[in-house]
Nanobody, 125 residues
Framework: QVQLVESGGGLVQAGGSLRLSCAAS????????MGWFRQAPGKEREFVAA?????????VYADSVKGRSTISRDNTNNTVYLQMNSLKPEDTAVYYC?????????????????WGQGTQVTVSS
C-alpha cells in the first residue's frame, strides 16, 4: 500500500496556472505509474494525465488538458507533479493523485490501487 498526499490546489482566475504536487510513501515509487484524476460536482471521476514508471516515464493526457498540462515525476523525492496552464472554469474539480498497480500508464481508475485525499482546484471566470 502506498500513501499519497496532494497539495497545490487553490483558487485561480481563468488563464492562470497551478502546479499540483503529490508526495508518495510506502513502496518503491519509481517502479510504478502515477496518475491524476479529477471529479467535478455531480460528475464522475475522470482521467487527467498519467506517467509511467521506470525506465521511460511515458506520459498520456486527456484531450481536455492536452497542450495545457504537463505531468512529471521526481523519483528521488517520490513526488509527482501536474503543471496546469491556461486554466478554464471547466477545470474546476477536486484533483486526485493515484498510484498505479504496474509500471505502464493507464487511463482507467481500476488500474490504480491507491488514491490521495484530493485537492480542490477552482477556476473563476
Amino acid at each position: 500500500q502506498v500513501q499519497l498526499v496532494e497539495s497545490g490546489g487553490g483558487l485561480v482566475q481563468a488563464g492562470g496556472s497551478l502546479r499540483l504536487s503529490c508526495a508518495a510513501s510506502g513502496r518503491t515509487f519509481s517502479s510504478y505509474a502515477m496518475g491524476w484524476f479529477r471529479q467535478a460536482p455531480g460528475k464522475e471521476r475522470e482521467f487527467v494525465a498519467a506517467i509511467s514508471g521506470r525506465p521511460f516515464s511515458t506520459t498520456v493526457y486527456a484531450d481536455s488538458v492536452k497542450g495545457r498540462s504537463t505531468i512529471s515525476r521526481d523519483n528521488t523525492n517520490n513526488t509527482v507533479y501536474l503543471q496546469m496552464n491556461s486554466l478554464k472554469p471547466e477545470d474546476t474539480a477536486v484533483y486526485y493523485c493515484a498510484a498505479g498497480l504496474r509500471a505502464t500508464t493507464s487511463r482507467e481508475p481500476r488500474n490504480f490501487g491507491s488514491w490521495g485525499q484530493g485537492t480542490q482546484v477552482t477556476v473563476s471566470s
